[in-house]
């Protein structure tokens, strides 16, 4: 099932240094993965995607590692920056017989990057 | 990107009266439309998935007669927190999916901040 409803763990990086943030998933029917940033107060922000079909991919700064062996997503942040520090949410999304678009959210992971 | 605007971003409302909360698309029509609810510190939890022009399937333990959701339109859902209580301060977040080329995508709209008295 989902991690939803546990407190989150954290994460605290100094600024520059690289930043990995790790997220488990139970549905093995799930086919679409997305990182999001939530900052305080705000919604969650899309930082980027990957397809079940694939096992990395980069952004600008951002990496995403997906092992369906193991049900694990990461989600690599190089250089971090003072800018990044927020809530991180994995989420997944099982294309068959579920609600068009609906994401199943993991627990989150608070980072906090250090001047 | 396309935009999600939730309205209000923050609401204070006394204890016994009703609050409604708008999600609107702005530059694409949404058939579906999904209401979280956020408590400090934790992640997202769903409470109802809202159809276009049908009702809402709401998620277990949520109670329909104390969240209403109307989805009058393909840009515009709506929820209303009747006879709110303390208990129901929160931050509630709704999302709206945009079909395409690309699948379903989410996008979030900035949330809504409730403060009950």
């Known amino acids: 099932g989902e991690s939803v409803g546990l407190h989150l763990p954290t994460l605290s990086v100094q600024e520059g240094d690289n930043s990995i943030i790790n997220c488990a998933y139970s549905?093995?029917?799930?086919?679409?993965f997305i990182w999001y940033k939530q900052e305080s107060g705000k919604g969650p922000q899309f930082i980027i995607d990957i397809r079940s079909n694939m096992d990395k991919r980069q952004g600008q700064r951002v990496t995403v590692l997906l092992n369906k062996t193991v049900k694990h997503l990461s989600l690599q942040i190089a250089a971090t920056q003072p800018g990044d520090s927020a809530v991180y949410f994995c989420a997944h999304r099982q294309f068959r017989g579920s609600t068009l678009g609906r994401l199943y959210f993991g627990r989150g992971t608070q980072l906090t990057v250090w001047p | 990107g396309a935009v999600v605007s939730q309205h209000p971003s923050r609401v204070i409302c006394k204890s016994g009266t009703s609050v409604k909360i708008e999600c609107r698309s702005l530059d694409f029509q949404a058939t579906t439309m999904f209401w979280y609810r956020q408590f400090p510190k934790q992640s997202l939890m769903l409470m109802a998935t809202s159809n276009e022009g049908s009702k809402a399937t709401y998620e277990q333990g949520v109670e329909k007669d104390k969240f209403l959701i109307n989805h009058a339109s393909l840009t515009l859902s709506t929820l209303t927190v009747t006879s709110a209580h303390p208990e129901d301060s929160s931050f509630y977040i709704c999302s709206a999916i945009r079909t395409g080329g690309f699948g379903a995508e989410a996008f979030f709209g900035q949330g809504t901040r409730l403060t009950v008295v």
């Open positions: 549905n093995s029917a799930s086919d679409y």
